[in-house]
C-alpha cells in the first residue's frame, strides 16, 4: 500500500519521524512520502527509520504558494534534500511563517487572546529545520483557554476570513514547480477539491505541473473522478495520500493505510521525474 502524503513534528504533525514510520507499517504501508509543510527537516530520521523497517521512503515536501492572494499547496516529490536552490526556498518560506504568526498573535491579542508567541518562535528557533504554522497557533490558543480545540480555533479566529487572519506572502506556483523539477522532482497540486482552483490548472500543467492529487481524505469517490478525468485532459498523472496529522490531526487516525494509491498510479508519476 502506498501513501504519498504523510506529515510529522518537522511541521504540524503530531508524531515524529520514526514515530509515524512505525505507524506506517502497522497499517500496512509499503511505500509513503513524509511531506512536511516547506521543510525536508523529517526525512533523514524518516528515511533510516524507513529502511529499518524494510519501507520504501520518497523524498518530499508540501510547499505552500500563493496565486491571486490564495494559498495553493504544491506537493513535491523525489526531490534531492541537498539541493541549494530548495532548501533556500523552504528556509524563506519558514522564515515568513514566523513572521505571519507574530503578526496573527498581534491581532489576537488586539481582540483579548493573547498568547506566548515568544515561547513558540523560540521553539522553532531550538530546531531551525522546524516548520512552525497556524496549527501551532491553535493548539496555543487551546492552551490558553481561547478556544475549545483547533477546530474552533481556526473557526472563530485563524481561519480565511476570522479577524486573525494575515495572509502568506510566498512563491509563485509556476516558481515552486520549477525549482523542484530542477531539484530532480516532481509536483503535484495537493487536495485539489479543498483547493477548488480548477481554472488555474491548465497554466500550471503549461508550467510543468505533473500530478493531481486526485486520492485524498477530504475527497469523495466523485470528486475523486473528477480531478482523475482532470488529469487525464490536461496529461497530468494522479497522486494521493492520506494527509495524515497524527491522532490530533482532523483527520481519523483510521485513515491511515486507507486512502492510498495504486502502484500504476506511482508508476506514472515516478515516470515523470526529470531525466
Known sequence: MIDLHLHTTA?????TPSAL??????????????????????????SAAARAAGLRLITGVEITA????????LLGYFVDPADAALTALLERQRADRLRRLRAI????????????????VASAADAPGRSVGRPKLADALVEAGHARDRTDAFDRLLGNGCPAYVPRIGPAPAEVIAL?????????MAHPGVTARDES????????????????????????ARYR??????????????DFHGDAGHRPPSMLGRVTLAAEDLAALEARRPR
Open 21 to 46: 514510520v512505525a505507524r506506517a507499517a502497522a497499517a500496512g504501508l509499503t511505500t509513503l512520502s513524509i511531506t512536511d509543510h516547506d521543510t525536508l527537516d523529517g526525512l533523514e530520521e524518516g
Open 66 to 73: 500563493i496565486a491571486e492572494g490564495c494559498d495553493v499547496h
Open 11 to 15: 511541521s504540524d504533525g503530531s508524531l
Open 180 to 188: 523542484v523539477a530542477a531539484a530532480g522532482g516532481v509536483v503535484s
Open 105 to 120: 498573535a498581534d491581532r489576537l491579542a488586539a481582540l483579548g487572546a493573547s498568547i506566548d508567541i515568544d515561547a513558540l
Open 201 to 224: 490548472i491548465p497554466g500550471l500543467a503549461a508550467a510543468g505541473l505533473a500530478a493531481l492529487e486526485a486520492r485524498h481524505s477530504d475527497h469523495d469517490a466523485d470528486t475523486e
Open 229 to 242: 478525468r482532470l488529469a487525464a485532459r490536461h496529461g497530468l498523472a494522479v497522486s494521493g495520500g492520506s
